[in-house]
C-alpha cells in the first residue's frame, strides 16, 4: 500500500492548483508525453485510444445524417489562401509557412493547413455544376498547424487532431438547417458519450469564425467554473462561394451561388473530459468512452485458481471492453493505476470471494463497492456501468446548474465573475464596444447567446441602454 501511496501523492490536489492538478493527470494517466517540438505533444496509447473512440462515434453519427468521408492536402498554397479577405486576416498570425523544398526555395509559399476552408472551396469549385450535384456533404479527420503563442496538453497546441465537416447546398436554408443539424449532433454525443451536458448557442459578431456568416457552439463548464468551447459549427452564407465562384445552374438553368457550413470538433474535448469528470486519485472516464471499461484485478493470484476464476470473468464479459491485470505488482498498486487511468468499474476476485461464488464489483467515480455472485457478474456489470454513466452526466449537470449565475447590474456581474467562477447569464445590448469593456474590465468574455432565452432584464449589463439579447459570459480555456 505504501507503493499505492506514493502514485496518488504525485497528483496535486484540484482544490490546492486545478492546473498543476489538470497536468499532473494528463501525466501520470499517460495520456500525454511532450515532444522535443515546443508545443506539440505526442498522444500515449491511452489518450490516443479515447480519441479513437470519439472518432469512431461521432463517424458514425456524421455518416447517419449522409456525411462522407475525404482528406485534402496538408498545404495550401498562399494565393489560394488569399482568396478570403476575412479568413486570411483571422488566420494569419497563427499561420505556418513552407518556404523551401528540398534544396531549392518556393516559387510560392505554402501554408501549413489551420483549417481546410480554402482548399475545399477549391475542390468544390471543380466538381459543383449543377444543382444535381447538390447537396456535397463532407468531412474530414486530420491534423492541423495554429502556431500558438502558449500551449497546454489538450487544450491548446501548435499542432492537433480534429474532424473538420464541409457541406454545400442548393439554399440558405439547407445550409441553416445543416449547420445547426451538425451542432446538435455534437451536443447529443457529449451528454450521451461523454456526460458532457453543453449550453447550445450562437457566438457573438466578435466571437464568431473568421470568414462566416453566423457561428454557433458548445459550451461546457469546467470543475473550476472555467468554460470550454467543445465544438463549433459555422454558417459560411455565400461568402466563399462567391470568393471562389463556386456557382452551379438551378433547375431554371440559371447560375447561382452555393451556401457553405464547416463544422468541427478536436482532440481539446479530452481536455473536458479531464477536468469535468476527474478527481485528486486521477482520471474518471464515462463508461461509454472509456477504452477499457473494466479491469478485472486478481487478488492472491499465486494461489490456486484464482487467476483463472479471473481469466473466465474477463471471458464472460460479452461486449464489454475488459482487461485483465496479471501483472506481478501489489493489488494496492493496480488500483492505484486503474484509478489514475480512469477505468470505470474494477473487478476484484480472490481465494474467499472464489469459496463465495462471487466477486467485487468496484465503481471508479463513487468507490462503491458491490458484491455479486458469479453467475450474474455479466448482467450486473452493464448496469453498473449504465447507472454510472448517468450519474456522472447528472452530477456535471447539476455543478453546471450549481454555477451559472445571473447579474443585472454592471457592479454585480463583475463581483460574480470575481468571485463565483461559472457562467454568468446577463443580457446584453449587441454593440462590441460594451463587449470589449466586459473583457478589459473582467478578462470574462461571451460564451453565447443561447438558443433558450431568458429576459433577466430590459437593460444591457454594462451600458445600461435597452438589451437586446441574453449572453453566457465566463472566464474560459
Avoid at 493547413?113 to 456533404?137: A, G, H, M, V, W
Avoid at 473568421?210 to 463548464?221: F, H, P
Avoid at 462561394?241 to 479530452?270: C, P
Avoid at 474518471?284 to 477504452?291: F, H
Wanted: glycine letters at 6%; aromatic letters at 10%; charged letters at 30%.
Amino acid at each position: 500500500m505504501a507503493q499505492a501511496k506514493k502514485l496518488v501523492e504525485a497528483i496535486t490536489p484540484m482544490e490546492e492548483d486545478f492546473s498543476r492538478w489538470y497536468t499532473d493527470v494528463v501525466k501520470k494517466a499517460e495520456l500525454i508525453e511532450y515532444s522535443s517540438v515546443k508545443g506539440c505533444m505526442i498522444l500515449r496509447p491511452n489518450g490516443y485510444a479515447i480519441w479513437e473512440n470519439v472518432q469512431k462515434e461521432l463517424d458514425r453519427m456524421f455518416k447517419e445524417t449522409g456525411v462522407e468521408n475525404v482528406y485534402m492536402p496538408m498545404f495550401i498554397p498562399e494565393s489560394l489562401l488569399q482568396k478570403e479577405k476575412d479568413h486570411v486576416e483571422g488566420f494569419a498570425p497563427e499561420v505556418a509557412w513552407v518556404t523551401q523544398g528540398g534544396l531549392e526555395p518556393l516559387a510560392e509559399r505554402l501554408c501549413v493547413r489551420p483549417t481546410s476552408e480554402t482548399l475545399f472551396c477549391d475542390f468544390y469549385s471543380n466538381i459543383i455544376q449543377s444543382y444535381r450535384d447538390l447537396p456535397k456533404l463532407y468531412n474530414q479527420w486530420c491534423s492541423v498547424v495554429r502556431w500558438e503563442k502558449t500551449t497546454r496538453p489538450f487544450l491548446r497546441s501548435t499542432e492537433f487532431l480534429w474532424q473538420e465537416g464541409h457541406t454545400a447546398h442548393a439554399t440558405a436554408e439547407d445550409a441553416e438547417e445543416r449547420t445547426i443539424q451538425m451542432l446538435d449532433i455534437y451536443a447529443e454525443f457529449c451528454e450521451k458519450f461523454l456526460a458532457i451536458p453543453m449550453v447550445k448557442g450562437k457566438k457573438t459578431d466578435k466571437e464568431k469564425f473568421a470568414g462566416a456568416e453566423s457561428t454557433y457552439t458548445i459550451e461546457a463548464l469546467m470543475h473550476d467554473g472555467k468554460a470550454l468551447q467543445s465544438g463549433t459549427s459555422h454558417n459560411f452564407g455565400d461568402g466563399f462561394a462567391k470568393a471562389f465562384d463556386i456557382q452551379y445552374t438551378d433547375k431554371e438553368n440559371k447560375l447561382q451561388y452555393v451556401h457553405q457550413t464547416s463544422w468541427g470538433l478536436s482532440t481539446r474535448i479530452i481536455g473536458a473530459i479531464i477536468m469535468v469528470h476527474g478527481d485528486d486519485s486521477g482520471l474518471v472516464l464515462p463508461p461509454m468512452i472509456a477504452p477499457v471499461q473494466v479491469m478485472v484485478v486478481p487478488i492472491a493470484q499465486h494461489k490456486e485458481g484464482v487467476l483463472e476464476a479471473a481469466a473466465k470473468i474477463k471471458a464472460g464479459l460479452a461486449g464489454v471492453r475488459v482487461a485483465l491485470d496479471d501483472s506481478d505488482k501489489s493489488p494496492g498498486w493496480k488500483f492505484s493505476e486503474q484509478e489514475i487511468r480512469g477505468i470505470p468499474l474494477r473487478i476484484e476476485i480472490g481465494p474467499k470471494d472464489m469459496e463465495a461464488g462471487q466477486a467485487v464489483i468496484v465503481r471508479r467515480d463513487t468507490r462503491e463497492k458491490i458484491t455479486v455472485s458469479l453467475d450474474s457478474i455479466a448482467a450486473k456489470t452493464l448496469e453498473v456501468m449504465e447507472t454510472m454513466q448517468n450519474e456522472m452526466l447528472e452530477r456535471a449537470r447539476k455543478h453546471r446548474d450549481e454555477h451559472t449565475f445571473s447579474a443585472v447590474t454592471y457592479e454585480e456581474f463583475k463581483d460574480t465573475i470575481a468571485n463565483r467562477p461559472g457562467f454568468v447569464k446577463a443580457m446584453w445590448c449587441g454593440e462590441e464596444t460594451c463587449e470589449l469593456k466586459i473583457k478589459e474590465d473582467t478578462t470574462a468574455t461571451s460564451r453565447c447567446m443561447p438558443f433558450e432565452e431568458e429576459n433577466i432584464s430590459d437593460t444591457c449589463v454594462c451600458c445600461g441602454k435597452p438589451a437586446k439579447t441574453m449572453v453566457y459570459w465566463g472566464k474560459a480555456y
